[in-house]
Nanobody
Framework: QVQLVESGGGLVQPGGSLRLTCAAS????????MDWYRQAPGKQRDFVAR???????VYSDSVKGRFTISRDDAKNTVYLQMNSLKPEDAAVYYC????????????WGQGTQVTVSS
């Protein structure tokens, strides 16, 4: 069982930056994929970024070039650096873990709110 706790959300002006942190209660070294998702009010939860333990990094087209995902297995932590934020990036951001390559997203955090507004 892995518990995920996100932090780092807040209010930022358009063009600004935030770094989200996802702290896991246990080792993530053997977890295949650590992902970030986001959900805006009235919308479905969307994929944002993925980092696998084999080094694969994937981004959604909407954040490519602006967001950077990284994982520190020694600290059991995953980060999402968000630059050049836009109003449409505002959402609740969730960290999630997929333990096995052909498995499902078994673990989710509670989310952290990101608001982008002037």
């Amino acid at each position: 069982q892995v518990q995920l706790v996100e932090s780092g959300g807040g209010l930022v002006q358009p063009g600004g930056s935030l770094r989200l942190t996802c702290a896991a209660s246990g080792s993530i070294a053997y977890i295949y994929a650590m992902d970030w998702y986001r959900q805006a009010p009235g919308k479905q939860r969307d994929f944002v970024a993925r980092s696998t333990n084999s080094g694969l990094i994937v981004y959604s087209d909407s954040v490519k070039g602006r967001f950077t995902i990284s994982r520190d297995d020694a600290k059991n932590t995953v980060y999402l650096q968000m630059n050049s934020l836009k109003p449409e990036d505002a959402a609740v951001y969730y960290c999630a873990a997929q333990p096995r390559q052909w498995g499902t997203m078994d673990y989710w955090g509670q989310g952290t709110q990101v608001t982008v507004s002037s």
